[in-house]
């Protein structure tokens, strides 16, 4: 699939937050409702620290309906940066891109393990590949990063929303009856519903979207 170049990778902080700055206000906030294939994309660091980490980047490609595997890419690299708090996307992008790029299905739909306008910068990795592929695009984040949420009810399908500056900017999401929730958050061409809407169709098991838990587990062996 086509991914556009466009921004050079940055060297610094300064050249990396202006990059955010140029691209947020690309940054769709409604789009489709329904999706076909959607693919999630983790990164396994296999080194201790350090900019020089060894990691490996996969995407898995699923068919939500069956949840059948479509395709899925690994590819293995360094990290691109330094480790700076709301800069991390970096770190990961230019190996995630090139995964992408090596697919021979486009995606209608990315699940990104991290985050989107629940960011520092309102610029997470959801958004950035968002804008990069121009495909819909969300987040789900493990913990929480950034603003301030209430816990969510008991069952699943129960969320508050996560509020930063004084925006709603995603949602603590229960996706197991009592089992931690997930912060969602949207990152491109989505809306916050249709991103509430679809975590759950693909969290029919487990706490986190099999999407992702595909490309983490093909991250990890590879």
Do not use: N
């Not at 409702?33 to 980490?53: I, P, R």
């Not at 699943?156 to 958050?185: E, N």
């Not at 693909?202 to 490309?215: G, V």
């Amino acid at each position: 699939m086509r991914v556009q170049r466009l921004h050079p990778w940055p060297a610094t902080a300064e050249e990396a937050e202006a990059i955010q700055d140029r691209l947020r206000p690309r940054v769709e906030l409604s789009g489709p409702t329904s999706f076909g294939l959607v693919a999630g994309l983790d990164v396994h660091y296999h080194g201790a620290g350090g900019g020089d980490d060894a990691l490996t980047a996969a995407v898995a490609v699923l068919d939500p309906g069956t949840l059948a595997v479509a395709e899925q890419v690994v590819v293995r690299g360094k990290a691109a940066f330094p480790y700076v708090p709301g800069l991390f996307a970096f770190r990961e992008l230019p190996a995630l891109v090139e995964a992408l790029e090596r697919l021979t299905v486009t995606p209608d739909l990315l699940v990104c393990d991290g985050y989107g306008l629940a960011h520092p910068r309102g610029f997470g990795l959801a958004c950035h590949l968002g804008v990069l592929t121009g495909l819909p695009a969300l987040g789900v984040g493990k913990t929480p990063f950034v603003g301030t949420h209430e816990p969510p009810g008991p069952e699943r399908g129960d969320w508050t929303p996560i509020t930063h500056g004084g925006a709603v900017v995603g949602r603590a999401l229960r996706t197991r009856p009592g089992v931690k929730p997930v912060y969602v958050s949207q990152g491109h061409r989505v809306s916050l519903d249709t991103v509430t809407a679809e975590v759950l169709r693909l969290t029919p098991r487990y706490r986190l979207p099999e999407p992702i838990r595909h490309a983490d587990h093909l991250a990890r062996l590879s």
